[in-house]
């Protein structure tokens, strides 16, 4: 009932590099997202984005439910990631959470 | 000279249609949050839902049985663009309520392709919202939220919910798409309530 049309969306993932970088200590979009709707993993800089006013929509390239959406009002980000089960951001090899010395026995 | 005249004439009047923060524009931008939806009308439904869980049902040919209004009316975009003078053609949501019984203060309208948005119940009622079918004297483009779009001038566009097909009543007030991610539950463009806090 609910054909979708053929027209793609204006943007892909790199757009959102920007306002993801104010709340982000790393580059978000080389991270991959799993989508809850349909199970895709993507890297972000692939999501088809929509926007970008009155807000960045990222799209699952697999099912195009929302991934992702990140509005900059002039005081605030405001970041939406509840269309993902998981993020997964790679970091430098032998850089770990809890440091060898602790033991992780304490 | 005279056409200076006019100029300022019609600049003036422009001037005091424009809410605090706008500029016109003779373009009728498209936002988008999504891909297009494209909806047959022989398929196109209203459903109204109310707080009980009834649930009230037009067909595209029932909307057209259903008396319509001619009206036209000033649009303003929360990202700062407004049109004056737009033309429509739609059914008046007095019309589509008259027998809907509700003790309901509040609607979430729901949109082919997943949006929402919430407005007060009676920012629907009293002449000021449509279910708005054709623009500018043709069909509503499905770009512009055809076949059928909610028409509510006086708040922001955003509440104006392209592709409509359900109006769910509600006891309480609940966010939608964009309202949930920083942007105005009322958005009255007068006092520019533009994002939450506004």
């Known amino acids: 009932m609910n054909n979708e049309s053929a027209a793609d969306a204006a943007f892909d ?30 890297v972000i800089a692939t999501l088809r984005v929509y ?29 939406d990631l509840a269309g993902l089960t998981s993020l997964r951001v790679a970091v430098p090899a032998g850089v770990a959470g809890v440091p060898a010395s602790s033991g992780g026995d304490a | 000279m005279t056409v200076t ?14 809410p605090p923060g706008q500029h016109l524009t003779p373009d009728f931008p ?9 909806v047959p009308r022989d398929d196109w439904e ?29 649009i303003h975009c929360v990202t700062s663009w ?18 809907v ?39 509503l483009a499905p770009e512009h939220g055809g076949p059928a779009r909610l028409l509510v001038p006086h708040l922001y566009l955003w509440k104006s919910a392209k592709w409509v097909r359900e109006i769910e009543l509600m006891l309480d007030d609940a966010p939608g798409f964009w309202e949930q991610l920083g942007y105005h539950d009322y958005g009255d463009p007068w006092r520019e309530q533009r994002y939450q806090g506004d």
């Open chain 2, 30 to 38: 498209v936002l988008s949050a999504g891909p297009t939806p494209l």
């Open chain 1, 51 to 79: 926007g970008p006013d009155p807000g960045l929509v990222g799209r699952c390239p697999g099912c195009d439910d929302v991934l992702v959406r990140i509005v900059r009002t002039p005081d605030a980000v405001w970041l």
């Open chain 2, 101 to 139: 019984d509700t003790a309901a203060d509040f609607a979430m309208v729901h949109s082919h392709g997943g949006y929402t948005t919430n407005l007060p119940l009676e920012d629907l009622l009293d002449g000021r919202a449509w279910i708005a079918y054709e623009y500018d004297g043709d069909e």
């Open chain 2, 46 to 74: 209203l459903i109204v839902a109310t707080e009980d869980g009834t649930r009230h049902g037009w067909t595209w040919a029932e909307l057209m049985a259903l008396p319509s209004e001619d009206v036209t009316v000033d």
């Open chain 2, 5 to 18: 005249r006019g100029f300022h004439g019609r600049r003036r009047d422009s001037d005091a249609r424009l």
């Open chain 1, 13 to 42: 993932g790199n757009v959102m590099a920007g306002p993801l970088s104010e709340v982000f200590a790393v580059d978000i979009t080389t991270a991959q997202g799993r989508c809850r709707g349909c199970g895709t993993t993507s």
């Open chain 2, 82 to 99: 407004s049109k004056l003078d737009t033309d429509w053609r739609g059914v008046s949501l007095d019309t589509v309520l008259a027998d």
